[in-house]
């Protein structure tokens, strides 16, 4: 599909797109770029690609298609810095698990000529890396594109067939719808396990102790995610502002209403809340035997 691919961050998604591309066989060269030396270092060592530079500007020279996989609040600042590199006729794309801020710093430093084709793969792990990646991280799961009005649909073809060939699915959707359904879907559980993380750890050392060393299947499985790259989820939360606030709200609104039935002693109304949201659970589960992949509470870049 193209002779050279350039992914910007080397971490768990960009390695996993880079063995993807590789075993799938989507590109002739693939370029490593990474703003940490160690990172460069790693990714020689493992030998996942063609060319690995420290140099972002650089390694963007001469690719048909350049894949920002770095926390959100990057996107822009590297943007900038490798627009004059970009090759006219060049597609830019990346990862974000944010849409609407996204656009918004990287648009203005697009130069002409080239595209932008916003997208979001909804997969991932905890685990951090450039030896975390896993070549068939998207098989069967969802990519979330969004593309700004003057994006071209020649360049939205380009991208979906690159993600159908690593086995996703493809959406297409607005925006800020996107960044509303994510919010509830992946940034609020994100929140929720961090929290419930530090609240443990704020309480007394006896007690934190035990907590911990008891950790029954729920407290583990649940607070898996909150392992997930800081940098990431921090411009995540920030660079989703309205969103965030927005559910939070609705979700506090929720809470309340919960904590005030146990107060009462009010157990019809837990029971049916329970009973109505065992049943969302169970669609979930159907779709993913359906084979889409369930949604549970994994890292997947929001």
Request: hydrophobic share 40%; with cysteine.
């Amino acid at each position: 599909m193209f002779n050279q691919v350039t992914i910007i961050g080397f971490g768990h998604i960009g390695s996993s797109i880079a063995k993807a591309l590789r075993y799938n066989e989507l590109c002739k060269r693939i370029v490593a770029a990474d703003a940490s030396p160690s990172v460069c270092e790693k990714v020689v060592e493992i030998g996942l690609v063609d060319e690995v530079y420290n140099d972002l500007a650089k390694a963007v020279q001469g690719s048909e298609l350049v894949i920002l996989c770095i926390p959100v609040g990057a996107m822009g600042i590297v943007t900038e810095h490798i627009a004059p590199a970009l090759e006219e006729g060049a597609i830019l794309t990346d990862v974000g698990s944010v849409k609407m801020s996204v656009i918004d710093t990287v648009t203005p430093f697009l130069p002409d000529g080239v595209d932008f084709v916003p997208a979001h793969p909804l997969a991932g792990t905890e685990n951090s890396g450039p030896e975390s990646g896993i070549f068939n991280l998207f098989e069967k799961r969802w990519c979330l594109l969004t593309p700004t009005p003057e994006t071209s649909i020649k360049a939205v073809e380009h991208v979906t067939k690159l993600w159908e060939g690593m086995g996703a699915r493809i959406d297409i959707m607005s925006p800020k719808h996107h960044d509303l359904v994510l919010g509830l879907t992946s940034h609020l559980p994100h929140l929720i396990a961090y929290t419930i993380v530090d609240t443990a750890n704020s309480l007394e050392d006896d007690l934190k102790g035990e907590v911990i060393k008891y950790s029954a299947s729920g407290f583990r499985g649940f607070t898996r995610i909150a392992a997930s790259d800081p940098t990431m989820w921090r411009d995540v939360f920030l660079n989703n502002r309205e969103a965030m606030l927005e559910v939070l709200q609705h979700f506090a609104e929720d809470l309340t209403v919960m904590q005030k039935a146990i107060r009462k002693g009010d157990g019809d109304y837990l029971f049916d809340v329970f009973s109505r949201t065992r049943a969302i659970r169970r669609e979930v589960i159907e779709l993913g035997e359906a084979g889409v992949p369930a949604p549970g509470l994994e890292d997947d870049r929001g």
